[in-house]
């Protein structure tokens, strides 16, 4: 450890995601454990802006590991975004002392952070919070875990509904850009189709597909669809081309919305976070900076901050197979 800090900064901000708790926990934690204060920022970088600061202890993050959402808060900034509403917030954080800051949050989290670190050459570190795992450099986000686990969840209530009805279920998931939590929790929970950004499956095929299912012998379907699928304007509109070329099913929409954001974090969420906000602390301390804490292949391992707002995660290829075999 080659750098010291008198106190660092923590601060979630975006969409809420199971498991930002324990990272805050973490960090406020790990701070302690070196002898560093730590400073909770409340409400992102709007609370950044504003001074909306608490010095929090070991003892002030008690039970909150297994608490979904974030008790930091979160909001859009709108001020940051503009030269003055970032100068205002580097006032406040030397008035306050603040040496340098660990961000919880996705791609915009972290450009807002990229920014402050350029043109102040402010020390800044990433924890990758978002339920979507659309954010290149780790593995897995915070919060993905337990969303897939609720959507797994909820698509096995539906089945229910579904085979007693003899009806076909469109189920929305979350996933305006990235299908992992469509791709990972169909696969999961039987699902006959999955509909994911990545891969156009067409509604050809789609139909194709769903007759095969018929005639297979199956009397109910789950098609899982990801908000950014491309084969329609919206699941509804999917909904009503297959009540019209398929006469023969009853056709249902679930739209599982924000309750996948809520919820307490798995235990595989609260151990991650717990990982990271460890790691996140004690490479500020190694004298790193502009960089993202991600898990690749069990291991912690540091991305610069550039490469994961501009690069890609990938889609599991393979996975993409089993789904077709699956569904057979």
Known sequence: ????????????????????????????????????????????????????????????????????????????????????????????????????????????????????????????????????????????????????????????????????????????????DAGHIALNAGVGAGAEEILIPEENLGLDRLLESLKRSKKSGKSSSIVVVAEGDKIGKNVFELRDYVEEHLREYEVRVSVLGHMQRGGAPSCFDRVLASRMGVKAVESLLDGKTNCMVGIINNRMELTPIEKAVKGHSEINKELLRVSDIMST
């Open 1 to 176: 450890m080659s750098k010291i800090f008198k106190k660092i900064a923590v601060m979630t901000s975006g969409g809420d995601a199971p498991g930002m708790n324990a990272a805050i926990r973490s960090v406020v934690r790990t701070c302690a454990f070196h002898k560093i204060g730590c400073v909770g920022i409340y409400r992102g970088y709007e609370g950044l802006i504003d001074g909306d600061f608490k010095l929090l202890s070991a003892r002030s993050v008690n039970n909150i590991i297994n608490r979904g959402g974030t008790i930091l808060k979160s909001a859009r900034s709108d001020a940051f975004r503009t030269e003055k509403g970032r100068q205002d917030a580097y006032a406040q954080i030397k008035k306050e002392g603040i040496e340098a800051l660990v961000l919880i949050g996705g791609d915009g989290t972290f450009t807002g952070g990229m920014l402050f670190n350029k043109e102040f050459n402010f020390p800044i570190i990433g924890i990758p919070g978002t339920i979507d795992n659309d954010i290149f450099g780790t593995n897995f986000t915070l919060g993905y875990d337990t969303a897939l686990n609720t959507v797994v969840e909820c698509i096995d209530k539906i089945r229910d509904t579904a085979s007693s009805h003899k009806r076909l279920f469109f189920v929305e998931v979350m996933g305006r």
